[in-house]
């Protein structure tokens, strides 16, 4: 699916008119509506500002609308034989179906294993009724904004860490009036 259109998809999801959306990046309203539609039909390709601005509208992540093209199902299963071989994404079959599941190898295996557990854990929410289909949209239309699963906290730089681990352990020294604590050096 080309980039025009995840516009045209997500434009309709939001119900909004190609004028309208066209405004609100910019466009004069004379011709907002025509330039949108240059985007979505692919006889313009909006660059990585007019990706990003358009994205915001939307309230999606730009990386949702810069998707591989899988328009055939050529391309789509190269772009799976891609995926097995920087992902560790592979095909097996089980008790007669078609599965496919990521093992925690290649390029990003390990990363993508945790993501894939993130999304089948907002996956699972939804089909319990934890969340609408609204929320899970939200999520995967703006992953990795809204994922909690702990994967994309931020880690102190490494000097930072030994520096806090490398501090002297306190103290006690009794004097007559009050306890004071000092640093062996």
């Known amino acids: ?5 995840r516009i045209h998809f997500f434009r309709n999801l939001r119900g909004m008119t190609q004028k309208f959306l066209g405004m609100a990046v910019g466009f004069p309203e004379k011709s907002a509506d025509v330039r949108l539609a240059q985007y979505e039909t692919g006889t313009r390709t909006p660059k990585a500002d007019l990706t990003a ?3 915001k509208e939307l309230d999606v992540s730009p990386r ?17 034989f ?12 089980e008790e007669g179906s078609y599965r496919l599941i990521v093992r925690p190898n ?12 993130a999304w089948a854990t907002e996956r699972e929410k939804l089909r319990a009724g934890e969340i609408t289909r609204e929320e899970y ?42 306890k004071k604590i000092r640093y062996k050096e």
């Open 1 to 5: 699916m080309a980039i025009g259109e």
């Open 64 to 80: 949702a609308l810069n998707v591989p093209d899988i328009d055939s199902d050529v391309g789509i299963m190269h772009t799976l």
């Open 53 to 55: 601005a358009l994205a």
């Open 82 to 93: 891609t995926l097995e071989d920087t992902s560790g994404l592979v095909p097996i079959v």
């Open 106 to 117: 290649g390029e990003h295996g390990s990363f993508v294993c945790r993501a894939v557990q």
């Open 137 to 178: 949209d939200r999520w995967r239309y703006n992953y990795p904004s809204f994922d909690t699963s702990g994967q994309w906290h931020k880690v102190p730089p490494q000097e930072l860490m030994d520096y806090l681990l490398d501090v002297p352990e306190p103290t006690k020294v009794k004097k007559k009036r009050d």
